[in-house]
């Protein structure tokens, strides 16, 4: 058994996940997961409902056995602790607030099992900190979700452990006390320095709040990295799909040795960087996001040179405040959904005109076609525009 | 929703789903701790049924002594001798149960969605009565429908009585010692138990079913029959169930309130054991009382499963 | 091309405002659920009415049927009846020794069902389910014939065994049906705070199940105290409160059963009262 290293009250430690599966009978919930988080990084693990993520977590916090595979955090291997002997706590995602005890309780409770010195002042801080003094002899029921999450945030971030854990903690609440959360979770993080591990499904959040996401498919990481990493450079369908959205266009590569590639779609020669190939073969889902593209009437010659153009006509356009989402449907029959940011608002396109598709090669991401493009697509959202599967 | 559940925590929320323990390791742990209350159910529940099911089997006297001799006449002899004692006390019970169903009905319905700030404490009005012994409740019958009481008096002014006794449920003047007294005994004993259990079921029903059935052009008795009354069925079987088996079985209201010739069977079972001293009759009566309940039962479970039960 | 609202329009004047329906009948029909609850409720409290009012009555016969006159006599005159005391004081005694033991046999038990998948699930639902569905003369018959073939004879031990017995299923119901309401998490975030598995017991979950256990606790003290059927057939000559009462109506029923009647409405009026105002003191801001 290796010995912890003692560790600064303030510091998290790494949390390093190796080979980690876990199977309930038939159905393998995480699949041979390996992961390092980093000692005081704010880390999001993404992914739709059944991936596996939330698992992971309760793994990580002991209250799941793994399969086969190592849990270490810093240098102390927790795989088989008990939850109650782990530097590690967690934020529950409908907040497990103790109904029987009021918030200065919940919030010490940790503290008590520990039996800390000074659980007055400490709490009292921690109450401080999370904006709750007024609150503390409430009883859970009394307060509003808003408030019951701080509370379940103060009463594990109190414990100061090395790794805490959030469970979609902001899931139940309206838009704008989320957005509110966010910031001040962040904000947080970063005046405590704790490594901080994040569930969720919602990819704006996680965007928003983390420095590193694991986006997690079928109990499988797709990819890691930093959200604008994540978010430019997809290397799968999935990831493509579930940051943000994409068009995909079915392709050919040819010439795959130069600095910008070429891809041909319906016999149209268009261009993208050899660095963002990410296809074995030469048949590939070339992939553009809908705020990258340009519309133009056929016919001006606004379009700079080596941008990749594509025609077709415009299908529908919906004005969201912002930007305008245009569909426009290419003489294939393919749909390409375009966001334009309302900058300047060019009258002729409607419904019905002709345009011209537009972007700087740059921005194009070319993924393998044996990858479904519908994958990471919510199957909700899918069944709207495609219509139910027959 | 099992009565008993609806007894005595009524504001509940969802019953009977089970929430594995956190870290579940020792399977031992289930076995261990049921074993005493199961070890009692079974020693001075089960086992009494078997010991029932040998001595109505035997034969003998009480001063001779039983011997057991698997003697299966004793059950035809009792079933022939017994038998309008058995189809009385269905009768009985099936009236009462009705009776109940149709009075506990409107109560529970009152309770769960007309009842606003006083819900809680009409349910403690419904449950408080419970707790009061029932023999002397029973007893307060026989001064509410005595003879010269008011009720009587009253109902023979208005010639209520006359219709009654046309329709054999009285006799003479009186309402004591006639079965009208006993249905009305029945029916008063198990009216929380058939309350309640409507009561949780209607609870539970999300009250703008009803608003949505009507905007979709039903009257208030359409949308009962189709919404309100589907999703209570539940709670109805499960009164029903607490009602009529008991019922069936009483004797304590055929006693106080009845009369000799109303017996029910739970009154012949009583005087074979306790006076007549005739050990096999009264036990093979038992059983067969027993397992017609049974019967019942069984078909219940088999719609229902048993997991709603208990 | 501009649309403007225009004013209400003529067509408003013309057409006469529709009544709003009222009358007697109307409100009779509206409230038809209420008044058959009112009734439901005076039925059901019509004994318990008559019961108190006789208590404070002075009977001249030895059956207590008719008013006479006003009286404290049984009041105060509590214990004057010959053995009722005594019998009170024995249903008293087993209804607390089969509360205490079936409520901890019981709350095992509905730990168990709840908590653990096991083989036999069922099978133990059943049983627990059945002494609540067997009429009280089957159960009682049968429990005399066991003590009978056994050469058991009968008195207060054998009276408190059927107790426990049938006791324990409504109390498993009754906890059962709280800890269903536990949500499961609340113990797992326990352990999440350093609380072992003793600890999550008696600091989270135990404190949460209370009610439930008291409500069983309740229920079956009166059970237990109410019990006659069951009770006549295992007692011999021991006689419990219900006992006497039946022996009374035979021989005679003096106005003091009306005063333990009327005492134990108000008791247990007063306790669920109190329960009914913990419970939402605890959910009101």
């Not at chain 1, 990819?223 to 392709?251: I, K, W």
């Not at chain 3, 609202?5 to 038809?32: C, M, N, Q, Y």
């Not at chain 3, 008195?155 to 006791?167: K, N, P, V």
Request: proline share 5%.
């Amino acid at each position: 058994m290796t010995e912890s290293s003692p560790r600064q009250p303030g510091s998290g430690a790494d949390l390093n996940l190796i080979n980690v599966t876990k199977s309930f009978g038939d159905f393998v919930a995480v699949d041979d997961l390996s992961l390092t988080i980093p000692s005081g990084s704010f880390f999001a693990l993404l992914g739709p409902s059944g991936c596996g993520k939330t698992t992971t977590l309760r793994m990580v916090a002991g209250l799941e056995e793994p399969t086969s595979g190592q849990i270490l955090i810093g240098s102390e291997d927790v795989t088989y602790a008990k939850p109650y002997k782990r530097p590690v706590n967690t934020v529950f995602q409908s907040y497990a607030l103790f109904p029987h005890l009021d918030i200065f309780e919940n919030v010490a409770f940790g503290l008590r099992r520990r039996h800390v010195k000074d659980v007055k002042g400490q709490v009292e801080d921690i109450l401080e900190l999370t904006e709750l003094t007024p609150l503390a002899r409430r009883k859970p029921n009394q307060l509003s979700g808003g408030q019951q999450q701080r509370v379940a945030l103060a009463r594990a971030l109190i414990n100061r452990p090395a790794v805490l854990l959030l469970d979609e903690p902001l899931g139940a609440l309206d838009l704008k006390l989320r957005r509110q959360m966010q910031l001040e979770l962040k904000g947080i993080q970063n005046e405590v320095g704790l490594t901080f591990v994040h569930v969720t499904h919602d990819q704006e959040e996680a965007m928003t709040m983390a420095d590193t996401i694991a986006v997690m498919n079928e109990g499988r990481v797709e990819q890691l990295g930093a959200p604008v990493d994540l978010y430019e450079n997809p290397r799968t369908t999935f990831v493509a799909n579930f940051l943000g959205q994409s068009n995909f266009f079915d392709a050919t590569l040819s010439d795959r040795s130069a600095k910008v590639v070429t891809a041909t779609v319906q016999g149209q020669r268009l261009g993208v960087p050899a660095s963002r190939v990410y296809s074995p073969g030469d048949d590939v889902h070339l992939g553009v996001r809908p705020e990258k593209l340009t519309l133009s009437i056929q016919g001006d010659d606004s379009i700079p040179e080596g941008h990749n153009r594509l025609t077709g006509i415009v299908a529908d356009s919906s004005f969201i405040g912002v930007s305008t989402e245009y569909r426009v449907e290419m003489a294939w029959g393919m749909q390409v959904t375009v966001f334009e940011q309302n900058v300047h608002h060019d009258i002729r396109i409607v419904p019905g005109a002709s345009v011209v598709l537009s972007w700087d090669p740059a921005n194009t991401f070319a993924l393998d076609a044996s990858q479904s493009v519908e994958a990471g697509i919510d199957s909700e959202v899918l069944e709207a525009v495609v219509g139910a599967p027959a | 929703m099992s009565a008993g559940a609806a007894l005595a925590e009524v504001s509940d929320k969802e019953p009977g789903k089970v929430q594995p323990s956190v870290i579940n390791k020792r399977k031992l742990t289930p076995y261990l701790l049921l074993l005493p209350g199961v070890l009692w159910l079974a020693v001075f529940f089960v086992v009494p049924m078997f010991s029932l099911f040998g001595q109505s089997l035997q034969t003998g006297s009480f001063e001779e002594g039983y011997e057991q001799t698997f003697r299966f006449a004793n059950y035809t002899e009792a079933l022939s001798t017994y038998w309008p004692q058995f189809v009385r006390s269905f009768v009985y019970a099936g009236i009462a149960t009705l009776l109940c169903l149709l009075i506990a009905y409107p109560l529970a319905y009152c309770i769960a969605f007309r009842s606003g700030r006083w819900k809680n404490a009409l349910l403690v009005l419904v449950i408080a009565p419970f707790f009061t012994s029932f023999l002397i409740r029973t007893l307060a019958w026989q001064t509410i429908l005595s003879d010269s009481g008011i009720v009587t008096t009253t109902l023979n002014t208005l010639h209520v009585t006359d219709v009654m006794r046309f329709l054999g449920l009285t006799e003479g003047d009186r309402l004591l010692a006639t079965p009208l007294a006993v249905i009305t005994g029945l029916t008063y004993n198990f009216l929380p138990f058939m309350t309640l259990p409507i009561y949780a079921a209607l609870d539970r029903m999300d009250p703008r079913l009803i608003e949505a059935a009507q905007d979709l052009y039903s009257s208030p008795w359409t949308s009962f029959r189709k919404v309100t009354w589907p999703l209570s069925l539940a709670g109805v079987v499960a009164g029903t169930l607490l009602t009529f088996i008991p019922a069936a079985g009483d004797y304590i209201n055929a006693q106080l309130l009845g009369a000799p010739a109303y017996r029910m069977i739970g009154n012949v079972i009583d005087s074979q054991f306790f006076r007549v001293l005739d050990y096999p009759t009264a036990a093979a009566l038992s059983f067969t009382l027993m397992a017609s309940i049974l019967v019942l039962v069984s078909l219940y479970i088999r719609r229902a499963g048993t997991e709603e039960l208990v | 091309m501009s649309t403007t609202t225009e004013a209400p329009s003529k067509l408003a004047v013309t057409v006469p405002p529709a009544r709003r329906p009222r009358g007697p009948i109307r409100w009779v029909r509206a409230h038809i659920i209420q008044i058959a609850a009112a009734a439901a409720l005076f039925y059901m409290f019509l004994p318990i009415f008559v019961v108190v009012a006789f208590s404070f009555n002075q009977p001249t016969g030895r059956y207590n049927d008719k008013w006479v006159q006003f009286s404290t006599n049984a009041w105060t005159d509590f214990c004057g009846v010959n053995g009722m005391c005594e019998s009170l004081k024995l249903s008293l005694i087993i209804g607390l020794l089969a509360t205490l033991a079936s409520v901890l046999l019981g709350t095992l038990t509905a730990f168990a069902i709840s908590r653990h998948r096991f083989r036999g699930r069922s099978g133990i639902n059943l049983l627990i389910f059945m002494p609540m569905a067997t009429p009280e003369v089957v159960m009682g018959s049968s429990l005399l014939a066991l003590f009978v073939t056994l050469g058991i004879p009968r008195g207060s031990s054998t009276i408190l065994i059927a107790h426990i017995m049938f006791c324990l299923s409504f109390v498993v119901v009754t906890v059962k049906a709280r800890l269903a309401s536990l949500d499961s998490r609340l113990e797992q975030a326990a352990m999440d705070l350093y609380a072992n598995e003793r600890t999550t017991f008696l600091r989270v979950t135990f404190p949460l199940v209370l009610p439930g256990i008291v409500a069983a606790s309740l229920l079956a003290f009166s059970l237990s105290f109410d019990d006659f059927i069951i009770t006549n057939f295992n007692s011999e000559t021991t006689v419990t409160f219900p006992i006497f009462v039946w022996g009374a109506a035979q021989r005679g029923t003096p106005p003091q059963i009306n005063v333990v009647g009327a005492l134990m409405f108000g008791i247990s009026l007063l306790i669920i009262a109190v329960g009914q105002i913990v419970a939402s003191r605890r959910r009101k801001v």
